[in-house]
């Protein structure tokens, strides 16, 4: 300063800092215990736990589903379900124009009216070819009796010879047409041979063509096989004209849900069927449902796959692979599952026992 004395010597200012009251102390002191417990803690959880839990996030729900398909052709004339509408078993779907295939029944009762018919006709003709074995039969006896008389008398001499070739020709002619009867009646009688069954085979066959049709009329209504939510319902289509076999709808079973989860094959060494198992979702989260390993794949994801992987060349990377591992819910769940949705599993792998 202006005013201060140049002849004094300069002396610096002393700061006091006070001492750490005991709270700061306290809290010092726990610090500094807390962080090497929280240390220990953490690495003595990693060790006990270290080879416990085996998981994956390459796992999704999974759902029985059908695809519905029709068993007749024909055009589709009503649609009685709608998308991701639930359907209980035995509920119709969609219904196919059932008139060409009551013509059909029609027809198959028309048929097997006419193999009555044919078959009285045959009757009535197996009938009239015993009546003529027997006027035939009668017809030989008196032209053998004719042709007797004629023979004594030419050796007596009191005919001709022209008519006795006469006698003897109608002998022939009645002995032809009693074997034409027979053939005949051997005919009828095969004809109405019903190879040890009750029925006509020509009645049976008309039966059965119209049983086929009277069948193909009730397929033109499709019913739900089971219960569950209706799916790809875009395909139904009034005035559509559905194929024989043609996958028209698909029913997903929701009351019935697992989970696939694709481990990796050195996850599996210690895993058993029946070991719990805790399945997370990524669509709901913090739910968490209890569950167990149901069954293990029989091979990895690329044995199935459509192009499976070649390994016999000589550029060959190895490469870890994924076995398909069913975990079976044991729980209800609170919200829907939904088939394909992504979830995460843990397998408690300390228990080796079978559920």
Request: proline fraction near 5%.
């Amino acid at each position: 300063m202006a005013d201060a004395d140049p002849r004094k010597p300069f002396v610096a200012e002393t700061v006091i800092v006070p001492e750490p009251t005991a709270k700061r102390r306290w809290k010092r002191t726990a610090l500094m215990i807390s962080v090497p417990l929280l240390v220990i803690a953490v690495a003595a959880y990693l060790w006990l736990t270290a080879g416990r839990f085996v998981s994956t996030d390459n796992a999704y729900i999974a759902q029985d589903k059908v695809s519905v398909s029709a068993d007749v052709a024909g055009r589709i004339v009503q649609v009685a379900v709608h998308e991701n509408q639930t359907v209980k078993a035995g509920d119709l779907l969609f219904r196919i124009d059932p008139d060409p295939y009551r013509i059909a029944v029609a027809q198959a009762d028309v048929a097997i009216a006419n193999a009555r018919v044919d078959v009285g006709t045959l009757q009535s003709s197996y009938q009239g070819k015993g009546a003529d074995i027997a006027a035939a039969q009668d017809q030989i006896l008196a032209a053998q009796e004719d042709y007797d008389r004629q023979a004594a008398l030419m050796k007596r001499g009191f005919t001709t010879r022209a008519r006795l070739q006469q006698a003897e020709h109608s002998l022939q002619q009645a002995r032809a047409t009693l074997g034409n009867a027979q053939a005949g009646a051997a005919e009828a009688r095969a004809k109405l041979a019903t190879g040890g069954s009750a029925v006509s085979p020509a009645i049976a066959a008309a039966q059965v063509q119209r049983a086929k049709a009277a069948l193909d009329l009730t397929r033109t209504a499709v019913y739900a096989p089971y219960g569950g939510t209706i799916s790809q319902s875009d395909r139904l289509q009034v005035g559509q004209m559905m194929v024989s076999g043609l996958p028209a709808v698909s029913i997903v079973k929701s009351n019935r849900s697992w989970v696939e989860a694709n481990f990796k094959e050195t996850d599996l060494n210690q895993m058993r069927v029946g070991q719990p198992a805790e399945v997370a979702f990524d669509a709901y989260k913090g739910l968490k449902l209890k569950g167990h390993v149901q069954s293990i794949g029989a091979g990895t994801g690329s044995e199935f796959s459509v192009l499976p992987a070649q390994n016999a060349t000589g550029n060959w990377v190895k490469v870890t692979q994924r076995v398909p591992v069913r975990i079976a819910i044991d729980e209800p769940s609170p919200r829907p599952l939904i088939a394909g949705l992504s979830a995460e599993v843990t397998i408690d792998v300390r228990d080796h026992g079978n559920r």
